[in-house]
Protein backbone atom coordinates (compact mmCIF):
# COMPACT_ATOMS: atom_id res chain seq x y z
CA UNK A 1 0.00 0.00 0.00
CA UNK A 2 1.81 3.10 -0.96
CA UNK A 3 1.86 6.12 1.15
CA UNK A 4 0.49 9.26 0.36
CA UNK A 5 2.26 11.72 2.80
CA UNK A 6 4.89 12.07 5.11
CA UNK A 7 2.02 12.37 7.96
CA UNK A 8 0.87 9.32 9.57
CA UNK A 9 -2.28 11.22 10.61
CA UNK A 10 -4.50 12.97 8.14
CA UNK A 11 -7.97 15.31 8.91
CA UNK A 12 -9.22 16.05 5.57
CA UNK A 13 -12.73 16.18 3.60
CA UNK A 14 -13.95 13.08 3.01
CA UNK A 15 -13.81 11.68 -0.47
CA UNK A 16 -14.84 8.14 -0.67
CA UNK A 17 -15.26 5.13 1.38
CA UNK A 18 -11.97 3.43 0.82
CA UNK A 19 -10.00 1.60 3.50
CA UNK A 20 -7.15 -0.72 2.32
CA UNK A 21 -4.24 -2.95 3.95
CA UNK A 22 -1.35 -4.59 2.82
CA UNK A 23 -0.86 -6.36 6.12
CA UNK A 24 2.09 -4.54 7.38
CA UNK A 25 0.46 -1.45 7.60
CA UNK A 26 -2.52 -0.29 10.17
CA UNK A 27 -4.39 1.91 7.78
CA UNK A 28 -7.65 3.73 9.76
CA UNK A 29 -10.29 5.95 7.92
CA UNK A 30 -12.97 7.43 10.40
CA UNK A 31 -15.40 9.50 8.83
CA UNK A 32 -16.76 12.03 11.73
CA UNK A 33 -19.03 14.98 12.11
CA UNK A 34 -17.19 17.42 14.18
CA UNK A 35 -18.92 20.30 16.37
CA UNK A 36 -17.95 23.91 16.11
CA UNK A 37 -15.69 23.88 18.94
CA UNK A 38 -14.16 20.79 17.39
CA UNK A 39 -10.32 20.78 17.72
CA UNK A 40 -9.19 19.39 14.86
CA UNK A 41 -5.34 20.24 15.14
CA UNK A 42 -5.30 18.96 18.76
CA UNK A 43 -7.18 15.87 17.35
CA UNK A 44 -4.61 15.27 15.19
CA UNK A 45 -1.21 16.03 17.52
CA UNK A 46 -2.96 13.40 20.24
CA UNK A 47 -3.23 11.04 17.16
CA UNK A 48 0.03 11.21 16.18
CA UNK A 49 0.73 10.49 19.83
CA UNK A 50 -0.69 7.50 20.10
CA UNK A 51 0.88 6.14 17.12
CA UNK A 52 3.85 4.16 17.32
CA UNK A 53 6.79 5.97 15.90
CA UNK A 54 8.32 5.38 12.35
CA UNK A 55 11.57 6.28 9.87
CA UNK A 56 11.35 6.27 6.08
CA UNK A 57 14.48 4.73 4.69
CA UNK A 58 15.12 5.66 1.04
CA UNK A 59 11.54 5.66 0.43
CA UNK A 60 10.80 1.90 1.13
CA UNK A 61 7.16 1.84 3.07
CA UNK A 62 8.85 -0.01 6.25
CA UNK A 63 8.03 0.75 9.81
CA UNK A 64 10.93 1.07 12.52
CA UNK A 65 9.86 1.19 16.25
CA UNK A 66 12.02 3.59 18.02
CA UNK A 67 14.05 3.16 21.30
CA UNK A 68 11.62 4.69 22.63
CA UNK A 69 8.97 2.20 21.87
CA UNK A 70 10.50 -0.73 24.46
CA UNK A 71 10.59 1.89 27.41
CA UNK A 72 7.78 1.92 29.88
CA UNK A 73 5.91 4.74 29.45
CA UNK A 74 7.20 7.71 31.43
CA UNK A 75 4.94 9.09 34.76
CA UNK A 76 4.00 12.31 34.03
CA UNK A 77 4.98 15.00 37.26
CA UNK A 78 1.52 15.91 39.19
CA UNK A 79 0.80 18.93 40.70
CA UNK A 80 -1.93 20.21 43.11
CA UNK A 81 -3.93 22.88 41.89
CA UNK A 82 -5.60 24.58 44.86
CA UNK A 83 -8.43 27.69 44.03
CA UNK A 84 -10.04 29.13 46.62
CA UNK A 85 -13.76 30.52 45.58
CA UNK A 86 -17.20 31.64 46.35
CA UNK A 87 -19.53 29.36 45.40
CA UNK A 88 -22.44 30.08 42.27
CA UNK A 89 -24.19 27.33 40.04
CA UNK A 90 -21.74 26.07 37.68
CA UNK A 91 -18.43 26.95 39.03
CA UNK A 92 -17.05 23.55 39.16
CA UNK A 93 -17.83 22.97 35.37
CA UNK A 94 -16.12 26.34 34.40
CA UNK A 95 -12.84 24.94 36.31
CA UNK A 96 -13.19 21.61 34.76
CA UNK A 97 -13.66 23.14 31.51
CA UNK A 98 -10.54 25.75 31.12
CA UNK A 99 -8.71 22.68 32.26
CA UNK A 100 -10.19 20.14 29.49
CA UNK A 101 -9.50 23.04 27.10
CA UNK A 102 -5.46 23.69 28.31
CA UNK A 103 -5.13 19.57 28.34
CA UNK A 104 -4.72 19.23 31.75
CA UNK A 105 -5.80 15.55 32.93
CA UNK A 106 -7.91 15.53 36.84
CA UNK A 107 -6.56 12.75 38.15
CA UNK A 108 -7.71 12.88 41.75
CA UNK A 109 -10.42 15.64 43.25
CA UNK A 110 -11.89 16.63 46.34
CA UNK A 111 -13.97 19.75 46.93
CA UNK A 112 -15.63 21.46 49.87
CA UNK A 113 -17.77 24.42 51.10
CA UNK A 114 -17.98 26.14 53.83
CA UNK A 115 -20.38 27.15 55.60
CA UNK A 116 -19.65 31.08 54.57
CA UNK A 117 -20.39 29.76 51.13
CA UNK A 118 -16.34 29.68 50.26
CA UNK A 119 -15.04 26.51 47.69
CA UNK A 120 -11.57 25.20 48.28
CA UNK A 121 -11.20 23.28 45.27
CA UNK A 122 -7.86 20.30 45.64
CA UNK A 123 -7.09 19.27 41.98
CA UNK A 124 -4.65 16.99 41.63
CA UNK A 125 -3.61 16.93 37.83
CA UNK A 126 -1.37 16.20 35.08
CA UNK A 127 -0.12 18.18 32.10
CA UNK A 128 -0.75 16.45 28.50
CA UNK A 129 1.68 19.59 27.26
CA UNK A 130 4.46 18.83 30.36
CA UNK A 131 4.88 22.72 31.01
CA UNK A 132 2.99 22.81 34.21
CA UNK A 133 6.26 23.13 36.29
CA UNK A 134 7.05 26.60 34.15
CA UNK A 135 6.07 29.94 36.13
CA UNK A 136 4.68 30.90 31.75
CA UNK A 137 2.67 27.91 31.56
CA UNK A 138 1.34 28.88 35.19
CA UNK A 139 0.67 32.03 34.29
CA UNK A 140 -1.38 30.68 31.67
CA UNK A 141 -3.59 28.48 33.73
CA UNK A 142 -4.45 31.34 36.14
CA UNK A 143 -5.75 33.85 33.13
CA UNK A 144 -7.88 31.44 32.15
CA UNK A 145 -9.23 30.79 35.47
CA UNK A 146 -9.64 33.85 35.90
CA UNK A 147 -11.28 34.68 32.52
CA UNK A 148 -13.70 32.25 33.46
CA UNK A 149 -14.23 32.60 37.03
CA UNK A 150 -14.23 36.42 37.53
CA UNK A 151 -14.72 37.73 40.51
CA UNK A 152 -15.45 34.74 42.36
CA UNK A 153 -11.49 33.85 42.52
CA UNK A 154 -10.50 34.23 45.98
CA UNK A 155 -7.03 33.17 45.32
CA UNK A 156 -4.80 30.38 43.19
CA UNK A 157 -1.93 28.69 43.79
CA UNK A 158 -0.31 25.26 42.19
CA UNK A 159 2.57 23.32 43.36
CA UNK A 160 4.54 19.68 42.22
CA UNK A 161 3.69 16.71 44.86
CA UNK A 162 4.70 14.20 42.74
CA UNK A 163 5.02 11.46 40.32
CA UNK A 164 1.87 9.47 41.08
CA UNK A 165 -0.98 8.86 43.59
CA UNK A 166 -0.13 6.38 46.38
CA UNK A 167 -3.22 6.87 48.46
CA UNK A 168 -6.80 5.56 46.88
CA UNK A 169 -9.79 5.75 48.90
CA UNK A 170 -11.95 3.08 48.66
CA UNK A 171 -15.70 2.88 48.06
CA UNK A 172 -17.39 2.06 52.19
CA UNK A 173 -19.30 -0.91 51.83
CA UNK A 174 -23.23 0.30 50.89
CA UNK A 175 -21.32 1.97 47.51
CA UNK A 176 -19.92 -1.37 46.82
CA UNK A 177 -22.76 -3.43 46.84
CA UNK A 178 -24.84 -0.84 45.05
CA UNK A 179 -22.71 0.08 42.36
CA UNK A 180 -20.44 -3.36 41.65
CA UNK A 181 -23.15 -5.91 42.19
CA UNK A 182 -25.01 -5.73 39.45
CA UNK A 183 -25.05 -8.51 36.88
CA UNK A 184 -25.13 -7.87 33.01
CA UNK A 185 -24.40 -10.91 31.52
CA UNK A 186 -28.15 -11.13 31.90
CA UNK A 187 -30.87 -9.24 29.99
CA UNK A 188 -31.66 -6.69 32.86
CA UNK A 189 -28.99 -5.82 35.26
CA UNK A 190 -29.75 -5.41 39.08
CA UNK A 191 -30.30 -2.30 41.57
CA UNK A 192 -32.05 -0.22 38.81
CA UNK A 193 -28.68 1.24 36.76
CA UNK A 194 -29.18 2.98 33.89
CA UNK A 195 -28.09 0.37 30.80
CA UNK A 196 -27.47 0.76 26.87
CA UNK A 197 -30.33 -1.41 25.47
CA UNK A 198 -30.17 -3.79 22.26
CA UNK A 199 -26.43 -5.19 22.64
CA UNK A 200 -26.32 -8.10 20.92
CA UNK A 201 -22.52 -10.04 20.32
CA UNK A 202 -21.79 -12.94 18.07
CA UNK A 203 -19.05 -15.02 17.02
CA UNK A 204 -18.44 -16.67 13.66
CA UNK A 205 -15.04 -18.44 13.41
CA UNK A 206 -16.35 -20.18 9.89
CA UNK A 207 -16.09 -17.28 7.88
CA UNK A 208 -12.50 -16.25 7.65
CA UNK A 209 -9.81 -19.17 7.61
CA UNK A 210 -7.18 -16.97 9.70
CA UNK A 211 -9.66 -14.70 12.06
CA UNK A 212 -12.44 -14.74 14.53
CA UNK A 213 -15.61 -12.54 13.23
CA UNK A 214 -17.00 -10.54 16.29
CA UNK A 215 -20.08 -9.00 15.12
CA UNK A 216 -22.15 -6.42 17.33
CA UNK A 217 -25.34 -4.72 17.16
CA UNK A 218 -25.82 -1.69 19.63
CA UNK A 219 -26.70 1.52 20.43
CA UNK A 220 -24.24 4.39 20.09
CA UNK A 221 -22.65 6.04 22.17
CA UNK A 222 -19.93 8.45 23.44
CA UNK A 223 -16.46 6.36 23.86
CA UNK A 224 -18.22 3.29 21.61
CA UNK A 225 -14.94 2.57 20.34
CA UNK A 226 -12.78 2.79 23.44
CA UNK A 227 -14.75 0.67 25.04
CA UNK A 228 -14.52 -1.98 22.67
CA UNK A 229 -11.07 -1.40 21.76
CA UNK A 230 -10.05 -1.02 25.46
CA UNK A 231 -11.68 -4.28 26.33
CA UNK A 232 -9.57 -5.88 23.38
CA UNK A 233 -6.56 -4.41 24.70
CA UNK A 234 -7.12 -5.70 28.11
CA UNK A 235 -7.59 -9.21 26.44
CA UNK A 236 -4.19 -8.79 24.40
CA UNK A 237 -6.15 -9.33 21.19
CA UNK A 238 -5.76 -7.99 17.87
CA UNK A 239 -8.04 -6.73 15.41
CA UNK A 240 -7.01 -6.84 11.65
CA UNK A 241 -9.95 -5.43 10.08
CA UNK A 242 -13.35 -3.65 10.89
CA UNK A 243 -16.09 -1.47 9.68
CA UNK A 244 -18.91 0.50 11.76
CA UNK A 245 -21.57 1.72 10.28
CA UNK A 246 -24.31 3.73 12.14
CA UNK A 247 -28.01 2.76 10.63
CA UNK A 248 -31.47 4.20 12.08
CA UNK A 249 -30.98 6.58 15.06
CA UNK A 250 -28.35 5.59 17.69
CA UNK A 251 -28.55 1.84 15.84
CA UNK A 252 -24.25 0.57 15.82
CA UNK A 253 -23.25 -2.49 13.66
CA UNK A 254 -19.77 -3.10 14.12
CA UNK A 255 -18.12 -6.30 12.30
CA UNK A 256 -13.97 -7.13 13.88
CA UNK A 257 -11.72 -9.85 12.38
CA UNK A 258 -9.87 -10.34 15.58
CA UNK A 259 -6.47 -12.79 16.24
CA UNK A 260 -4.46 -13.32 19.22
CA UNK A 261 -1.21 -11.84 19.88
CA UNK A 262 -0.05 -14.94 18.57
CA UNK A 263 -1.34 -13.79 15.07
CA UNK A 264 -3.98 -16.58 15.33
CA UNK A 265 -7.98 -17.25 15.61
CA UNK A 266 -9.99 -17.63 18.75
CA UNK A 267 -10.96 -21.47 19.06
CA UNK A 268 -10.61 -21.52 23.11
CA UNK A 269 -14.53 -21.21 23.72
CA UNK A 270 -14.05 -20.46 27.08
CA UNK A 271 -11.59 -17.28 26.22
CA UNK A 272 -14.19 -16.89 23.36
CA UNK A 273 -17.09 -16.67 26.17
CA UNK A 274 -15.18 -14.77 28.38
CA UNK A 275 -14.65 -12.04 25.86
CA UNK A 276 -17.73 -11.58 24.91
CA UNK A 277 -19.21 -11.70 28.29
CA UNK A 278 -17.12 -8.83 28.82
CA UNK A 279 -17.78 -6.65 25.63
CA UNK A 280 -21.82 -6.93 26.84
CA UNK A 281 -21.06 -5.73 30.42
CA UNK A 282 -18.82 -2.98 28.83
CA UNK A 283 -21.46 -1.51 26.47
CA UNK A 284 -24.65 -2.15 28.51
CA UNK A 285 -23.03 0.07 31.45
CA UNK A 286 -19.58 1.36 30.10
CA UNK A 287 -20.63 3.69 33.83
CA UNK A 288 -22.67 3.39 36.06
CA UNK A 289 -25.07 6.47 37.40
CA UNK A 290 -27.20 6.24 41.21
CA UNK A 291 -28.01 8.69 43.76
CA UNK A 292 -27.88 7.49 47.45
CA UNK A 293 -28.82 8.96 50.31
CA UNK A 294 -25.78 10.03 52.72
CA UNK A 295 -28.00 10.85 56.01
CA UNK A 296 -30.01 13.64 55.11
CA UNK A 297 -28.33 14.33 51.91
CA UNK A 298 -28.25 13.18 48.32
CA UNK A 299 -25.03 12.01 46.85
CA UNK A 300 -24.50 10.89 43.01
CA UNK A 301 -22.16 8.26 42.41
CA UNK A 302 -20.81 7.63 39.12
CA UNK A 303 -17.67 4.90 38.66
CA UNK A 304 -16.31 3.55 35.51
CA UNK A 305 -13.90 0.34 34.63
CA UNK A 306 -9.91 1.18 34.62
CA UNK A 307 -7.80 -0.17 32.23
CA UNK A 308 -5.01 -2.60 32.98
CA UNK A 309 -2.44 -0.17 31.91
CA UNK A 310 -4.12 1.85 34.96
CA UNK A 311 -5.79 4.79 32.86
CA UNK A 312 -9.24 6.17 33.77
CA UNK A 313 -11.98 7.03 31.60
CA UNK A 314 -11.26 10.42 30.02
CA UNK A 315 -13.77 13.82 30.65
CA UNK A 316 -16.30 11.70 33.44
CA UNK A 317 -15.29 14.41 36.00
CA UNK A 318 -16.01 17.07 33.02
CA UNK A 319 -19.43 16.10 31.91
CA UNK A 320 -20.82 14.85 35.23
CA UNK A 321 -20.19 19.02 36.27
CA UNK A 322 -21.76 19.80 33.05
CA UNK A 323 -24.84 18.00 33.55
CA UNK A 324 -25.24 19.24 36.57
CA UNK A 325 -25.18 23.10 35.63
CA UNK A 326 -27.32 22.04 32.93
CA UNK A 327 -30.39 21.57 35.10
CA UNK A 328 -28.72 24.03 37.82
CA UNK A 329 -28.07 21.63 40.28
CA UNK A 330 -25.44 22.96 42.68
CA UNK A 331 -22.74 20.89 44.21
CA UNK A 332 -21.60 21.07 48.10
CA UNK A 333 -18.57 18.53 47.54
CA UNK A 334 -16.83 15.94 45.38
CA UNK A 335 -14.17 13.08 45.30
CA UNK A 336 -12.50 11.31 42.67
CA UNK A 337 -11.03 7.14 44.60
CA UNK A 338 -10.57 3.92 43.08
CA UNK A 339 -12.14 1.21 44.53
CA UNK A 340 -10.87 -2.54 43.58
CA UNK A 341 -13.11 -5.54 43.53
CA UNK A 342 -12.09 -9.17 42.24
CA UNK A 343 -9.51 -8.56 39.33
CA UNK A 344 -11.08 -5.27 38.44
CA UNK A 345 -10.17 -1.47 39.37
CA UNK A 346 -12.68 0.90 39.07
CA UNK A 347 -13.12 5.01 39.59
CA UNK A 348 -15.66 6.35 41.83
CA UNK A 349 -16.39 9.76 41.41
CA UNK A 350 -18.81 10.56 44.53
CA UNK A 351 -20.71 14.10 44.31
CA UNK A 352 -23.01 15.48 47.53
CA UNK A 353 -25.70 17.58 45.92
CA UNK A 354 -26.59 21.05 47.33
CA UNK A 355 -29.87 20.54 47.86
CA UNK A 356 -30.49 24.21 49.02
CA UNK A 357 -28.82 25.90 46.76
CA UNK A 358 -30.59 24.38 43.89
CA UNK A 359 -33.39 23.69 42.41
CA UNK A 360 -36.05 21.23 43.36
CA UNK A 361 -35.12 18.78 40.77
CA UNK A 362 -36.13 14.62 41.28
CA UNK A 363 -33.32 12.30 42.05
CA UNK A 364 -34.64 10.60 38.99
CA UNK A 365 -34.24 13.48 37.02
CA UNK A 366 -30.65 14.36 37.96
CA UNK A 367 -29.50 10.41 37.57
CA UNK A 368 -30.90 10.67 33.80
CA UNK A 369 -29.21 14.13 33.07
CA UNK A 370 -26.13 12.86 34.15
CA UNK A 371 -25.81 9.41 32.41
CA UNK A 372 -27.34 10.94 28.92
CA UNK A 373 -24.44 13.80 29.16
CA UNK A 374 -21.95 10.95 30.02
CA UNK A 375 -23.16 8.64 26.86
CA UNK A 376 -23.48 11.59 24.59
CA UNK A 377 -27.28 11.69 24.19
CA UNK A 378 -27.30 15.33 25.17
Known amino acids: M ?46 VEASPSFSWAFGISRCYLSDSESQPPKIPDLFLLKLACSDR ?47 KRREEVYEYLRDAIGD ?3 SYDIELVGSEITARSQASSSVAETLFSSDVSGEQPSGGL ?39 KDFNIQISYGRFTIKRGRNCEIDLFIVQSDGRKILDSSKLNALVYRL ?87 EEQVWNTLMGWE
Open 152 to 154: SLI
Open 2 to 47: GILSDDVVIISQSEKEDVTTDGKWCYLVFWVIGKPNTRWNLLKMRL
Open 89 to 135: TGLLYDVTEVLYKLEINIEKVKISTTPDGKVMDLFFVTDTRELLGTG
Open 280 to 366: RAELQQPLRVVMMNRGPDTELLVTNPVELSGKGRPQVFHDIALALKKINTCIFSAEIGRHVTGEREWEVYKVLINEEDSLPVPRSKI
Open 194 to 232: HTSSNVSISVDNSLSPAHTLIHITCQDHKGLLYDIMRTF
